[in-house]
């Protein structure tokens, strides 16, 4: 008796932890040929809606719940929260859309009409109010050269020169 009860305690609280880590996978690439940038960002669903909670004080769910709030909550907290900057300036993103890939969600945005990159920075506290131990990883690639950070609270900054 003592054993099944041990197990049923063990599985109830195996279920209840989400995941055990947070974390984000920011990919971040510019070509020169499109002189475009493309942003994809990686995130578990219930820490993303969660912090959409946190951020608009409403429910957000990514897999039923109307796209378009979703979106448009999405592109506010990125705009807020993630921010890329071109040879030193902030530039805007266009929030090209949201999908649920198993257990993540990819958010996507890029930036067109860029030119003369001589650097490029990710200035970003993504998630960090949600939970401070929050890690990001950035992945930049500024025509083919590739860079990897590792961000977690309070480091907010990302740069790549060529």
Known sequence: ???????????????????????????????TKTREIGIACKVFPDDMEET????????????????????QSLTSYFGKHFNVLVNGKP??????????DKEVAWVYFNITKVSGVKTMAIDTDFMYGYRPE?????????DGKKESFRLKAPETKAV???
């Open 160 to 162: 790549l020169s060529r």
């Open 91 to 100: 530039r805007q993103m266009q929030f090209l859309g949201f999908e649920i």
């Open 134 to 142: 929050q890690t990001n990883i950035v992945h930049l690639n500024l």
């Open 52 to 71: 959409l909670r946190l951020f608009t004080g409403k429910k957000h769910d990514l897999y039923n719940g109307d796209k378009a709030i979703n979106s």
């Open 1 to 31: 008796m003592k054993k099944r009860l041990l197990l049923v305690l063990f599985l109830f609280s195996s279920i209840s932890f989400r995941h055990p880590f947070y974390l984000a996978v920011m990919e971040v690439e510019y070509s």
